[in-house]
T-cell receptor, first 113, second 109 residues
Framework: ETGVTQTPRHLVMGMTNKKSLKCEQHLGHNAMYWYKQSAKKPLELMFV???????ENNSVPSRFSPECPNSSHLFLHLHTLQPEDSALYLC????????????FGDGTRLSIL | RKEVEQDPGPFNVPEGATVAFNCTYS??????FFWYRQDCRKEPKLLMSVYSSGNEDGRFTAQLNRASQYISLLIRDSKLSDSATYLC??????????FGSGTKLNVKP
């Protein structure tokens, strides 16, 4: 059982909808991450948070808006997405923002109609 | 050029075989490296870290070659349960995590 939980597991939305993805980690970690995984492509790091502060925005379009209210929770707010945004969105956490292993959630499989 | 490159495979091997994957990275400043495994429609899970001196965990051996900028994963005595996609990761600057596209392994009875 993973210490990182993501909801919802699946999401289908239209291009004009607004939705949010949620991630919660129960590991006492201080760093959290959002990744995008598209078919046949490597995981792409989107955002990094360390002690609730954003430390990395990997040139992600503004239609993706992250929020980190505390070290245990991470959200990804979605607005006016495009069909090419359909992918698996994975949340991960690590003890510190260092070169150490990350623990991943199950992911949210997002489909944009 | 991709930061991390892997042969996508698939590698189809019989049970009991030894199989090796390589992964090359482009940034010589990369500090740390990991291997993850990802089962179909599941999240990546850490398999092992890769140290400069190499490391071994049971049937799995990981090695780092900084001069040639590649890491390797060797699996001995393959099991059916080893079937998965293996992802390598290179990290630099502590917050730059680059994943490869993964190498798919199919272990057949």
């Amino acid at each position: 059982e993973t210490g990182v939980t993501q909801t919802p597991r699946h999401l289908v939305m239209g291009m004009t909808n607004k939705k949010s993805l949620k991630c919660e980690q129960h590991l006492g970690h201080n760093a959290m991450y959002w990744y995008k995984q598209s078919a046949k492509k490597p995981l792409e790091l989107m955002f990094v948070y360390n002690f609730k502060e954003q430390t990395e925005n990997n040139s992600v379009p503004s239609r993706f808006s992250p929020e980190c209210p505390n070290s245990s929770h991470l959200f990804l707010h979605l607005h006016t997405l495009q069909p090419e945004d359909s992918a698996l969105y994975l949340c991960a956490s690590s003890q510190e923002l260092r070169d150490e292993p990350q623990h991943f959630g199950d992911g949210t499989r997002l489909s944009i109609l | 050029r991709k930061e991390v490159e892997q042969d996508p495979g698939p590698f189809n091997v019989p049970e009991g075989a030894t199989v090796a994957f390589n992964c090359t990275y482009s940034n010589s400043a990369s500090q740390s490296f990991f291997w993850y495994r990802q089962d179909c429609r599941k999240e990546p899970k850490l398999l092992m870290s890769v140290y400069s001196s190499g490391n071994e965990d049971g049937r799995f051996t990981a090695q780092l070659n900084r001069a040639s900028q590649y890491i390797s994963l060797l699996i001995r005595d393959s099991k059916l349960s080893d079937s998965a996609t293996y992802l390598c990761v290179a990290v630099y600057n502590f917050n730059k995590f680059y994943f490869g596209s993964g190498t798919k392994l199919n272990v057949k009875p």
